[in-house]
């Protein structure tokens, strides 16, 4: 019974996120901004 109300709340936190990142994507948010030159991801 623990197992199954752990993976619950994991699959519960996991599906919070995606909709956060889906909402945030439709609003037009995103971590690209698009100019490669200012990139923080690249060296």
């Known amino acids: 019974m623990g197992t199954f109300v752990v993976g619950a709340i994991l699959v519960l936190i996991v599906g919070l996120i995606v909709r956060g990142i889906v909402k945030d994507k439709k609003?037009?948010?995103?971590?690209?901004?698009?100019?490669?030159?200012?990139?923080?991801?690249?060296?």
Not at 27 to 43: I, T, V
Request: aromatic share 0%.
């Open 27 to 43: 609003s037009g948010k995103s971590s690209c901004g698009g100019d490669c030159s200012h990139c923080r991801g690249c060296h």
